[in-house]
């Protein structure tokens, strides 16, 4: 059954720093992988989606890695900024590709 | 153009009571997605439609059953609710099934009393 799991559950960050979100999952075989952000009470903002041949996405300040042989991603954010702050979440599509499944998410607070 | 819309943003039940939700995919979109959300925890899976058909199901009980209709639009069903059944109800879609980004709605908050 696949897992994934996000690393740290919260960070809090001056604003300007540059920092780090992860995210595990238990098997390679996956379809893709999606970020996405959500903020308190809405629904999910996608933020970048790598396919499982790909290594790499960005999109401005983000840039997202999958390494799918040791069932690892990072999201990378540039500058964070205090309209960063939310909730980060990860998920993987299964390789039917019928369902995301999702880790619990990296709350982030960025203060000014 | 517009997002992923659903309807109704809030809705209060009490146990045992039926609820409908219904969501309006993107233009363009053929595939609508369902997901539960409790307080604290990422989106659980529920179902998958393409092209009016079930594609996908997640670990849910028969209570819970979905539709979606010649125009793309879907509808979510739960039965005898419980109390545990209190989540935000995330609809999804995207152009086909598969490895396009799923787009998501600003999503359900059903609350079981």
């Known amino acids: 059954k696949q897992e994934v799991t996000q690393i740290p559950a919260a960070l809090s960050v001056p604003e300007g720093e540059n920092l780090v979100l992860n995210c595990s999952f238990t098997?390679?075989?996956?379809?893709?992988l999606q970020w996405f952000r959500q903020d308190p009470g809405k629904g999910l903002t996608s933020l970048l989606l790598i396919q499982s041949s790909q290594r790499e996405q960005t999109s401005g300040r983000l840039n997202a890695s999958l390494d799918k042989s040791s069932g690892r991603s990072t999201l990378y954010i540039a500058a964070s900024q205090p309209g960063d702050s939310a909730t980060y979440l990860c998920a993987v599509l299964n390789q039917a590709g019928t369902a995301l499944i999702f880790g619990k998410g990296t709350t982030l607070s960025v203060s000014s | 153009d517009a997002g992923v819309t659903q309807s109704p943003t809030h809705l209060i039940k009490t146990r045992g009571q039926h609820v409908t939700l219904r969501c309006s995919p993107i233009?363009?979109?053929?595939?609508v997605s369902w997901y539960q959300q409790v307080l604290g925890q990422g989106p659980q899976f529920i179902f998958q439609y393409y092209e009016k058909e079930e594609r996908g199901r997640g670990n849910f009980p028969d209570r819970f059953s979905a539709r979606q209709f010649p125009n793309y639009s879907s509808e979510l069903n739960v039965n005898a609710l419980l109390l545990g059944d209190s989540a935000l109800y995330l609809c999804?879609?995207?152009?086909?099934?598969?490895?396009?980004?799923?787009?998501f709605g600003p999503g359900t908050r059903l609350t079981v009393l």
């Open positions: 999804a879609s995207s152009v086909n099934r598969g490895g396009d980004t799923q787009y």
């Open positions: 098997d390679s075989a996956i379809y893709n």
């Open positions: 233009s363009g979109h053929k595939s």
